[in-house]
């Protein structure tokens, strides 16, 4: 019967393979599940949040990449209003209003089935990414939110600063549950009454009214990065958080806003573990949230016509 008998060449060749392979294994570091936050607060001007104490959002914008120039309408088309149908349109599909069809807020003339939010484009490519909305303007679960494993508005009536307080308490508080509790690739968290302050008292810095709302949203941010942060596979997860306002205000009033500056400029943030920090050089624009989550959890496919640009983030 033959026997082999293996060479020293033959065995120091196996023994570099070996420790080749072992040594590759070491180094690489096991992928992290990639996971999104994603934070709307209505009608919040970017100076007012400069001028509030939110230390919440300042250690998001400390840490992450920021702009407060962050434009509502863009170059190529101005016509739909300067109000909530269309900015959140915007901010959860991707696209201007002469794709998404929302001018105003009654959302006739809505092509969501062309356009549709940016939970279904996630799950074309994850179809088993769990996606979750949690908001306080109705709205915008009855229209624009589709492909949600889980949604839900807590707007009831009557429409007041201290019930927005509540509504935007609750909202919070299902976010922080499912946070803990689920294993959500994306969560959608809106946020409704400094819009509502703003309507009330004035969408201005000096306006402690208006101040003190966005102290109680940066309360509603830093419960949800916490519940985020305290999760046991928080490790073992590559999160980002997308912070954004659908416009900002002037007056009571953010209606009609497209040659008004305090109107027109919103803002964006975006912290993570690949985004590089500090103030965004190029100019961005409300479609460039829907970008920048998408493009955290999957690559943009160039057939559903985004017209946002992923920002902050240094790699895929």
Sequence with gaps: MFRYFPTATTLSLALALFLAYSSLSLSAEPVKAKKVLYIGIDGCRFDAIQKAEAPAID???????????????????????????????????????????????????????????????????????????????????????????????????????????????????????????????????????????????GFHPTVPQYIEAIERADGHVAAAVAAMKSRPTFDQEDWLVVVTSDHGGKGTNHSSGHEVPEILNSFLIVSGSDVAPGEIAEQCYLVDGAATVIHHLTPLDPAWQLDGTPRGKTKQ
Excluded at 89 to 108: C, M, P, Q
């Design 59 to 201: 250690a998001l914008i400390e840490k992450g990449a920021y702009t407060g120039h962050c434009l509502i309408l863009g170059d190529r088309y101005r016509k739909n209003d300067t109000i909530s149908g269309p900015g959140w349109s915007t901010i959860l599909t991707g696209v201007w209003a002469d794709k998404h069809g929302v001018h105003n807020n009654t959302f006739k003339g809505s092509q969501y089935d062309k356009f549709p939010c940016l939970f279904d484009l996630v799950k074309k490519k994850l179809p088993t990414a769990r996606c979750v909305s949690h908001v306080t303007w109705e709205p915008i679960d009855k229209f624009i939110i589709t492909a949600a494993d889980e949604k839900k508005s807590y707007e009831q009536k009557p429409h007041t600063i201290a019930d927005y307080v509540k509504y935007d308490t609750e909202a919070t508080d299902a976010s922080v549950k499912e946070l803990k509790e689920q294993n959500p690739d994306i969560v959608f968290l809106y946020i409704g009454q400094v819009d509502v302050t703003g309507h009330t008292h």
